[in-house]
Antibody
């Protein structure tokens, strides 16, 4: 049974940092690209970042480039998102998602971890 | 970045009637490998999204055959042949041909 579980969300002040984690099980983590997607309250989905299965290639959305870093530890089956210089507009539920073998995001998502950036 | 534009943004539908959602991209979604990586996701209230359709028209495992996708180039369509109560939710197209991946704004399907 495939499971993805995010953690690390919370309330943080603007300009501060936060690190999200996503622990996965039920599939061979080291064989899959992984992604972070976020959803601001009452808004649509926004792709945030992606990383190749071996961690060598990273991709970012324009709104987070230079502030967020995606990484992974294949020995721990864990995906990370380091978020720096947080802004109020980063407030959202952050989901991790497995990459689909035929392109895009698979049907396997976590339940999300909420991040609130507020003074 | 590629802009994905969905219409309509809201679609009230009578049970058993069809629904259609359009998704247009600002650039061609044909990859250098010749494949068009345009997918559709469904998000039911309070749930994470789920994959419905990949590469324009391929239904993901377990997706009912009342869902179908079509299109090419920059114009794509998701159709529900006969809407059921469980289809209520928000539908998103996403292009995964070019980084950064981009979603449409979402189309809310609700029962009239």
């Amino acid at each position: 049974q495939v499971q993805l579980e995010e953690s690390g969300g919370g309330v943080v002040q603007p300009g501060r940092s936060l690190r999200l984690s996503c622990v996965v099980s039920g599939f061979t983590f080291r064989n899959s690209g992984m992604h972070w997607v976020r959803q601001a309250p009452g808004k649509g989905l926004e792709w945030v970042a992606g990383i190749s299965n071996d961690g060598r290639n990273e991709y970012y959305g324009d709104s987070v480039k230079g502030r967020f870093t995606i990484s992974r530890d294949n020995s721990q089956n864990t995906l990370y998102l380091e978020m720096n210089s947080l802004r109020p507009e980063d407030t959202a539920v952050y989901y991790c998602a497995k990459q689909f073998d035929f392109g895009g995001l698979d049907d396997y998502w976590g339940q999300g971890t909420p991040v609130t950036v507020s003074a | 970045d590629i802009v994905m534009t969905q219409t309509p943004l809201s679609s009230p539908v009578t049970l058993g009637q069809p629904a259609s959602i359009s998704c247009k991209s600002s650039q061609s979604l044909v990859h250098s490998d010749g494949t068009t990586y345009l997918n559709w996701l469904q998000q039911r209230p309070g749930q994470p999204p789920r994959l419905l359709i990949y590469k324009i028209s391929n239904r993901f495992s377990g997706v009912p055959d009342r869902f179908s996708g079509s299109g090419a180039g920059t114009d794509f369509t998701l159709e529900i042949s006969r809407v059921e109560a469980e289809d209520v939710g928000i539908y998103y197209c996403i292009q995964v041909t070019h980084f950064p991946w981009t979603f449409g704004q979402g189309t809310k399907v609700e029962i009239k």
